[in-house]
């Protein structure tokens, strides 16, 4: 599984008949910084993955990609190579709180 933040969504009219009624999000993986354990540093790359939970932009999740996105409830007939299984409410890295999604 991958930290990312969701930046978007993508809408698609016309798409796999699997896929239909699912929701497509913008996620940027989030990694730590080396140079500041108390923050994250944006990837440079960015991922169309699927929601299974209701996440919003702006917020923190999880994601599993290839085969893995697929184990999601659901999921296992869907094209998918990305899928959101999880919003985050806090990380903590070498000792330092990361993310709080209370203050965020």
Do not use: C, W
């Amino acid at each position: 599984m991958y930290l990312g933040k969701v930046i978007g969504s993508v809408v698609s009219t016309k798409k796999d008949d699997t896929m239909k009624g699912r929701k497509l999000l913008m996620v940027r993986p989030m990694l730590a910084d080396p140079d500041n354990p108390g923050a994250f540093k944006p990837g440079s790359n960015t991922i169309v993955a699927i929601d299974t939970l209701g996440a919003g932009e702006g917020e923190l999740v999880m994601f599993a990609q290839g085969s893995s996105a697929r184990q999601a409830d659901g999921l296992k007939s869907v094209p998918v190579d990305a899928a959101i299984v999880g919003i985050v409410d806090t990380v903590n890295i070498l000792g330092h709180r990361t993310y709080d999604a209370k203050n965020s």
